[in-house]
């Protein structure tokens, strides 16, 4: 008798402590799973990239109440940010700075009540709504549309000595860098509108701009390459290709060569500018968006659509042809206008 008592104590004590642990496990994981969605943001309409496209859209997806948040990036109104004279963007017949009409950009998007936010977008899941976006590889956000405005970054030769010397007198930003080098000599390598406008630019600081073009003519428009040439302290080295970025610490020369008559010249110079031209910032969507072969976002003629829906590109990381302020500013206005269609549609706004 005794010994049955036992046993049925034993059994049951068994099967009340497995149930609890059961019951432990199980509310741990309600705990959990409910830790893990309040880390989880859910917006209706995600903004990445603050240049002109991301703006725009953000004030027309916050006009039309889509209460949209914008991540800045890495670097908050985009390239225009590192540019000087602005002549071209209309409505400013005097011109404007390039960081001063960013701030414009920034304060109109906040006066019409977007969310505007530091951060870099790292990671995306595009496979099923709602879209999921990592945040600094940390915050989780989820979205029913998203607008890429995440534009260009500058090009690099892809030499050596470039990158030991990045920082000690290398540089891809004139109007960044170029006080460094008042009074003395510099080398810009390019023939685009950014090399000419850096090269001016920098020859209203520097005892002589020496200018590194590879072919025997310049891509820049031609009021800007009137410039140039026209600047008596800018030297241009028509064919010509940089070999060698010669220095220890700090540049102190750049060994370039004439690709039609292979003659080596050394050029002393304490700055050594890169303006070749950028590359698409659309690497962390290579694996879910249409991309063609330099990475630069494919959208259907005529809208802002990506090949997902509700994933729209605005600005210079879908633009090779055009990648001017007004059109990307133009772009974003249709990625908004496209989102707010989307959003209605699905009746998710
Ligand atoms: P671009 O692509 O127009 O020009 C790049 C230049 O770099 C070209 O001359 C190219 O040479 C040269 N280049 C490329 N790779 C190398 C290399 N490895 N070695 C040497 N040279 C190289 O870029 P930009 O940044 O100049 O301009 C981009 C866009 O922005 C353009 O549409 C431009 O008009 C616009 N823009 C407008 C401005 C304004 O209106 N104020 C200011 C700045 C830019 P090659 O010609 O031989 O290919």
């Known amino acids: 008798m005794l010994l049955s008592i036992v046993s049925w104590l034993f059994h049951n004590s068994v099967f009340l402590f497995v149930k609890t642990f059961d019951l432990l496990v199980f509310l741990a994981s309600i705990i959990l799973q409910v830790m893990e969605n309040s880390t989880i943001e859910k917006v209706q309409l995600l903004i990445i990239g603050s240049g002109p496209a991301g703006y725009t859209a953000a004030v027309y997806a916050a006009r039309a109440n889509m209460k949209p948040v914008l991540y800045q990036g890495i670097q908050p ?5 590192i540019t000087t004279d602005v002549e071209n963007y209309p409505g400013f017949p005097e011109g404007i700075q390039g960081p001063e009409l960013m701030i414009n950009f920034e304060k109109q998007a906040q006066r019409m009540g977007a969310d505007l936010r530091y951060g870099l977008a790292t990671k995306v899941d595009l496979s099923k709504q709602p879209y999921k976006v990592w945040i ?18 500058a ?10 010397l990045n ?9 960044c860098d170029g006080f460094f080098f008042k009074g003395k000599e510099v080398a810009i390598v390019g023939a685009g509108d950014t090399a ?10 520097c005892s002589t701009v020496h200018m590194i073009v590879r072919r025997d003519e ?6 800007m390459q009137d410039r140039v040439k026209n600047t008596s302290n800018i030297k241009i080295y028509w064919n010509t290709e940089t070999e060698e970025i010669l220095g220890e610490k700090t540049v102190e020369a750049v060994r370039v060569k004439n690709n039609k008559t292979g003659e080596l010249t050394t050029i002393p110079v304490r700055g050594f ?3 070749i031209g950028h590359q698409p910032n659309s690497d962390i969507f290579k694996d879910w968006l249409k991309m063609d072969e330099a990475g630069y976002i494919e959208t259907i003629p005529g809208t802002a659509k990506t090949n997902v829906e509700g994933v729209f ?31 209605s549609e699905k009746g998710f706004h």
């Open 218 to 223: 310049m891509r820049a428009s031609k009021i």
């Open 167 to 175: 920082g000690y007198g290398v540089s891809a930003c004139a109007v």
């Open 196 to 205: 000419a406008e850096e090269a001016l630019y920098l020859s209203k600081l």
């Open 273 to 275: 500018f890169v303006a």
């Open 136 to 153: 600094d590889d940390e915050k989780e956000i989820e979205t029913n549309a998203i607008i890429i405005a995440t534009g260009a970054s």
């Open 155 to 164: 090009k690099w030769l892809g030499i050596e000595s470039e990158q030991r």
């Open 77 to 81: 109104g985009g390239q225009l940010t």
């Open 313 to 343: 590109a605005a600005g210079d990381v879908q633009d090779k042809i055009y990648r001017q302020a007004v059109t990307a500013a133009g772009s974003g206005c249709m990625a908004a206008l496209d989102a707010e269609r989307y959003l």
